[in-house]
C-alpha cells in the first residue's frame, strides 16, 4: 500500500504547487496506524513542509482537503498536531490475501540485497569440546540472519572458522594423550588446566580402536623435572606449557600430530554433527592452520611491518594499533616466535575480502567486543574498507528452570552442552526462544517454559496455530465439504469483521517485518512478528465459526486463514523452525 499512498500524496503536493519532495521523503514519512482508530495508516509529510510557512496541522489540513479519491482507501482525516491518517476500504487487504495465495513460499521475498555477496561467519567455537548452550545462540541468531538475508534478495555465504591451529588444541591433544595412556592400564597425574569433560575420554577410546599401542611412552619420563602443577603450589600454566613441550619430545613431530589431528577431526565431526541436527549447515569451514601453512599470516605480518606500523619490544612483534584507535598495542608474535590469534585473524580477514564479498558480517560472543577495535585498526592499517565489516554481539544466554537459575559448569552443571539442551526442549524451541531477543541483549532462558504446552510458550502458541488451520482443513475433507480449487480466487466480500481485518492487516504487515529486519540485521523482529499473527489468528478462529458457516462465507474465512498459515510457515522458516501439521 505505501507506493499507492505515495502518489496519493505526490498528486496532492502537486495541486498544492510542491513539486520538489521526493518520493523518498514521502515513503518514509508513512507509517502503519499504532493505536486503534487512528486509520491503518498514517503520513507525516506536513511536519517536513513547515520550513515554507504554517504550521505541521495547517499543512495537513491542507493536503487531506486535496487528496484524490481511491478506490483503495475508504476515508482519510487529519489529526493530532499533523498527521493525515487513512483508512483502507475493504478490498485493499483483499488483494494482500490474494497475493499470499498466489505466491505462497514466495511471500515476503524482498531485493533489498540485490544480489550482493555476504559471508556470515558464525559459531566458529574451538575444537577443543563441544557446542555449549552459550554457542547455540549464536549458532541460531547466525544462521535466522543467513536465511533472512536470503530471503532479502543477498547471496549468501556460511562460514565456521576453525582454530586449529592455537595453543587450546595442543592442550586438548595431551589432554586425549594423557586419557589414552590412562585407558591402556597407566597411571598418570592429569593437569590442573587439562580438559576434563567425558568427550576427552571417548576421544581417547576411539584412538586407541584406530592406532591401538602406537602411543605408548614411559610415564615417568612425562612428568619429570616439570614445574609443580597448580595443586602443588605451581603455575597450571607454565605446567600445561611445559607438559605439551614434553609430550612433543616423547611422541616426537609425526606422532604429536597423529593424535593432533585425531582429536580435532572427532571434535570437528561431532561439531558438524551438532550444528546439523540444529539445522545449520555451512558452505565452507574455514582452517586457520592453512593460513599459516599457506603463509598467508606472514605475509600480513610483512604488508604491516612495510608500511611501518610494527615495532619490536621485549623480543616480541606488536602492532601500533593505537594510531587508529585501539585503547593500546597489540602483540602479533610472541617472544617465543609464535603467532598470536590476532595475527591469524587479520590474515582471515584479509582472504574474506579478496574473496570480492561485499559484505563480511562476523557473529562473535560478547566477550569479544575487545577484540573488535583491534581488528577494525588492522584493517585500516593494511588500508581496506572498514566498512566492509560489520561485527555484530551475541549476548550470554542464563538457564532457569522457572526462577532457579541452572548451574552452567563442567562441574556441578544440570547440563551444559546445545546438544543437552535440544534434547530437553527440542530443536524449534531452543531456536526460538534464543532469537526472541535482540542479539545485544542478555538473555534468560526459561526450560520449563520452552517445554510448556501453553499459550505463555511463544514457540508452542504459534505452532498451535499452524496445526489448528492444517486441522480445519482436513476437518473440512471429513465432512465431505469442498475446498475451493484456487483459494486465491475466492470472493472474499462476506470478510467484514473486526477480527477478520486485524488480521488482514497482520498479514500484510510481513513484507515489511522482513525489510526492516534483514536491513537492521535483527531476526527477533520475525519472532516478535510472529507470536502477533499467530494471536490475531487465535482471535479470529475463536470469534467466526469456519465449518458452519455458509458456503461463501466458509470459502472466504478458509482462504483467509490459508494465508496467515502460509505466512506463517515462511516466518518459522527464516528461524529455522517447523510449522507442524497437527499438535
Known amino acids: 500500500?505505501?507506493?499507492?499512498?505515495?502518489?496519493?500524496?505526490?498528486?496532492?503536493?502537486?495541486?498544492?504547487?510542491?513539486?520538489?519532495?521526493?518520493?523518498?521523503?514521502?515513503?518514509?514519512?508513512?507509517?502503519?496506524?499504532?493505536?486503534?482508530?487512528?486509520?491503518?495508516?498514517?503520513?507525516?509529510?506536513?511536519?517536513?513542509?513547515?520550513?515554507?510557512?504554517?504550521?505541521?496541522?495547517?499543512?495537513?489540513?491542507?493536503?487531506?482537503?486535496?487528496?484524490?479519491?481511491?478506490?483503495?482507501?475508504?476515508?482519510?482525516?487529519?489529526?493530532?498536531?499533523?498527521?493525515?491518517?487513512?483508512?483502507?476500504?475493504?478490498?485493499?487487504h483483499h488483494q494482500t490475501v490474494r497475493g499470499v495465495l498466489a505466491e505462497r513460499e514466495r511471500f515476503g521475498r524482498t531485493d533489498i540485497g540485490q544480489g550482493r555477496r555476504v559471508m556470515i561467519e558464525f559459531v566458529s567455537a574451538n575444537p577443543n569440546g563441544p557446542l555449549h548452550v552459550g554457542h547455540g545462540r549464536g549458532a541460531?541468531?547466525?544462521?535466522?540472519?543467513?536465511?533472512?538475508?536470503?530471503?532479502?534478495?543477498?547471496?549468501?555465504?556460511?562460514?565456521?572458522?576453525?582454530?586449529?591451529?592455537?595453543?587450546?588444541?595442543?592442550?586438548?591433544?595431551?589432554?586425549?594423550?594423557?586419557?589414552?595412556?590412562?585407558?591402556s592400564g597407566e597411571t598418570v597425574p592429569f593437569p590442573a588446566n587439562g580438559y576434563r569433560g567425558a568427550y576427552v575420554h571417548?576421544?581417547?577410546?576411539?584412538?586407541?580402536?584406530?592406532?591401538?599401542?602406537?602411543?605408548?611412552?614411559?610415564v615417568r619420563a612425562i612428568t619429570e623435572d616439570l614445574p609443580p602443577d597448580e595443586p602443588e603450589g605451581g603455575d597450571k600454566e607454565q605446567y600445561i606449557d611445559a607438559l605439551i613441550r614434553r609430550a612433543r619430545t616423547l611422541l616426537g613431530p609425526v606422532r604429536y600430530a597423529q593424535v593432533h589431528g585425531f582429536g580435532l577431526r572427532a571434535m570437528l565431526a561431532d561439531i558438524r554433527e551438532d550444528l546439523e541436527e540444529f539445522g545449520i549447515v555451512y558452505d565452507t569451514w574455514f582452517s586457520e592452520r592453512g593460513l599459516i601453512d599457506s603463509e598467508q599470516v606472514a605475509r600480513a605480518l610483512s604488508e604491516l611491518e612495510a608500511k611501518g606500523h610494527v615495532y619490536r619490544e621485549q623480543g616480541a612483534l606488536w602492532f601500533r594499533s593505537t594510531t587508529f584507535g585501539d585503547e593500546k598495542d597489540r602483540v602479533l608474535v610472541r617472544e617465543n616466535g609464535v603467532p598470536t590469534y590476532f595475527a591469524s585473524d587479520i590474515a582471515y580477514h584479509l582472504d574474506k575480502m579478496a574473496r570480492g564479498f561485499d559484505l563480511c558480517l562476523d557473529v562473535w560472543g560478547a566477550d569479544h567486543h575487545g577484540h573488535v577495535p583491534r581488528i577494525m585498526a588492522a584493517l585500516s592499517a593494511l588500508g581496506r574498507d572498514p566498512r566492509q565489516?560489520?561485527?555484530?554481539?551475541?549476548?550470554?544466554?542464563?538457564?532457569?528452570?522457572?526462577?532457579e537459575r541452572v548451574a552452567m559448569s563442567t562441574r556441578s552443571g544440570d547440563f551444559v552442552t546445545l546438544r543437552d539442551l535440544r534434547a530437553e526442549v527440542g530443536k524449534d524451541a531452543a531456536r526460538f526462544f534464543y532469537v526472541l531477543r535482540k542479539n545485544e541483549q542478555h538473555m534468560d532462558f526459561d526450560l520449563e517454559l520452552a517445554k510448556s504446552q501453553s499459550n505463555d510458550n511463544p514457540v508452542y502458541y504459534i505452532q498451535y496455530a499452524h496445526a489448528r488451520i492444517r486441522s480445519v482443513f482436513r476437518q473440512l475433507e471429513e465432512r465431505g465439504l469442498a475446498v475451493p480449487k484456487n483459494l486465491a480466487d475466492t470472493d472474499l466480500t462476506p470478510l467484514g469483521a473486526p477480527e477478520e481485518r486485524a488480521l488482514m492487516l497482520e498479514i500484510g504487515r510481513y513484507p515489511e517485518v522482513v525489510t526492516e529486519a534483514a536491513r537492521r540485521f535483527e531476526p527477533h523482529q520475525v519472532a516478535y512478528y510472529l507470536r502477533e499473527l499467530a494471536n490475531a489468528l487465535h482471535s479470529d478462529y475463536n470469534a467466526h465459526g469456519i465449518l458452519t458457516a455458509e458456503p461463501e462465507v466458509r470459502d472466504a474465512r478458509l482462504a483467509l486463514i490459508e494465508a496467515a498459515r502460509v505466512v506463517m510457515a515462511n516466518g518459522l522458516a527464516l528461524l529455522g523452525v517447523s510449522a507442524p501439521e497437527q499438535m
Open 389 to 403: 565489516l560489520e561485527v555484530l554481539l551475541v549476548q550470554f544466554t542464563v538457564l532457569y528452570r522457572g526462577k
Open 202 to 218: 571417548t576421544v581417547a577410546r576411539g584412538l586407541t580402536r584406530e592406532y591401538g599401542a602406537a602411543f605408548k611412552a614411559d
Open 140 to 183: 541460531a541468531f547466525g544462521d535466522s540472519l543467513a536465511r533472512l538475508l536470503e530471503t532479502a534478495g543477498w547471496h549468501v555465504h556460511r562460514e565456521y572458522y576453525v582454530n586449529d591451529a592455537g595453543r587450546q588444541m595442543d592442550i586438548l591433544t595431551v589432554s586425549v594423550w594423557l586419557r589414552y595412556l590412562e585407558a
Open 1 to 92: 500500500m505505501k507506493p499507492h499512498l505515495v502518489s496519493l500524496i505526490r498528486d496532492a503536493l502537486a495541486r498544492l504547487d510542491v513539486t520538489d519532495v521526493p518520493d523518498t521523503a514521502i515513503e518514509a514519512s508513512i507509517e502503519r496506524g499504532r493505536q486503534k482508530g487512528h486509520g491503518d495508516f498514517a503520513s507525516k509529510i506536513a511536519f517536513t513542509l513547515t520550513r515554507r510557512g504554517g504550521t505541521p496541522r495547517s499543512w495537513a489540513e491542507r493536503l487531506q482537503g486535496v487528496l484524490p479519491p481511491s478506490p483503495m482507501v475508504e476515508r482519510s482525516e487529519t489529526a493530532g498536531a499533523g498527521f493525515i491518517n487513512f483508512f483502507m476500504a475493504g478490498h485493499a
